[in-house]
């Protein structure tokens, strides 16, 4: 199992389409003939069923890339990564090498002007991540400092908000929950009305999801993601699980956080919580009864999600038939359904 695919460049979406849920949507079975159907993702109040419970990641990307000059005058991209407590951030620096222990890092406004009162300082060295001390209110500067870090692939220039869910509530992510990107408020309506339920749960993602897995999987580490579930998203999930309706992940992020949340004899535990659950096959899912899903990077762990939840070879075999039928890809692109 390679998890490779031939992907020809112009079918890495540059931008999203416009209403959001114009979108093309790929609906496979998850079992028997993959009967696969092509449709938009505005039409999934016709196909979900109602008393289907839909999960959505309401994580809110904070602007985490941002610049920062050396006393000796360099200048050092910065990509905060997570929040370990008030004022205390995990990041990745670039070039890394020019920011030791004890480097002071003053940050620049998007004017260049340079912010001695929100001095940094590197604490702490862990692999290729570094540590750095900001003053604790150092997330209310972030608007006016940072940038919505995009994904390498996207050259395009987009507004910040594009690259939000329209539900997005909670900052702390360094990339979007992007399956979430195709819904629109008047889409959550109609789902509403159909008789479909919606919950929502947070988890904040870090750029670990979206690295290539190099070498054996069994090595590769997923780096820690903070996620919350509510006390009625847990209720939600457990109750529909107990009624046999069908749970619908929006998104690799809510599977991981559901799937870790998981308690034999309890269901989903709500609460706060760290995951760095790598899905790959074999995997037994306990939570999740449908998927619904971007097209992911060869090698990425998420793809390695989605064989887990559908196999491998059926994995393929979707991923071909999309490429063949000009889906677009990766974050801004189309989406799948695997129900």
């Given amino acids: 199992m390679d998890y490779d695919y031939p992907l020809p460049p112009e079918l890495i979406a540059q931008e999203g389409v416009e209403p959001r849920d114009l979108a093309r949507l790929l609906v496979v079975a998850r079992q028997g003939p993959l009967a696969p159907r092509h449709l938009r993702v505005r039409d999934l109040p016709e196909i ?37 407590e008030p004022g205390l951030w995990e990041a990745l620096l670039g070039p890394a090498r ?26 702490g060295v862990e692999g290729e991540v570094r540590l750095l001390r900001f003053p604790e209110g150092i997330r209310d500067h972030l608007e006016a400092l940072g940038e919505v870090p995009l994904p390498p692939y996207i050259k395009a220039r987009i507004p910040p908000e594009r690259y939000q869910t329209v539900y997005a509530k909670h900052l702390g992510s360094v990339a979007a929950p992007t399956a979430g990107l195709h819904f629109t408020p008047e889409l959550l309506e109609r789902l509403r009305a159909q008789g479909v339920e919606l919950a929502f749960l947070t988890l904040h ?14 090595a590769h580490r997923m780096h820690p ?13 457990n109750r529909a699980k107990a009624q046999g309706r069908r749970v619908v992940a929006v998104g690799t992020t809510v599977v991981r956080a559901l799937e870790s949340a998981w308690r034999e004899g309890e269901g989903v535990v709500p609460g706060r919580g760290e995951t760095d659950l790598f899905i790959r096959p074999p995997y037994a899912f ?18 390695m999600l989605v064989a887990a939840f559908m196999g491998y070879e059926r994995t393929m075999e979707a991923y071909r038939l999309a490429v063949a039928e000009r889906y677009r890809f990766y974050s801004l692109g189309d989406a799948m359904l695997i129900l």
Avoid: M
């Fill in 286 to 303: 306990r939570v999740i009864d449908g998927l619904f899903t971007n097209f992911h990077l060869p090698r990425s762990t998420l793809l």
């Fill in 205 to 218: 993602v870090g750029p670990g999801t979206f690295r290539p897995v190099k070498g054996d999987p069994e």
């Fill in 98 to 123: 020019r920011a030791p222990v004890g480097t002071r890092l003053f940050p620049l406004g998007k004017g260049g002007e340079v912010r001695e009162d929100l001095e940094a300082q590197v604490v």
């Fill in 48 to 84: 979900l069923r109602p008393g289907d419970l839909l999960v959505f990641n309401d994580s809110r990307v904070i602007p985490a890339r941002l610049y920062a000059r050396k006393p000796t005058g360099g200048v050092l991209e910065i990509l905060l990564v997570r929040e370990r």
């Fill in 225 to 237: 993601e903070p996620y919350l579930i509510p006390e009625d998203t847990a209720e939600a999930v």
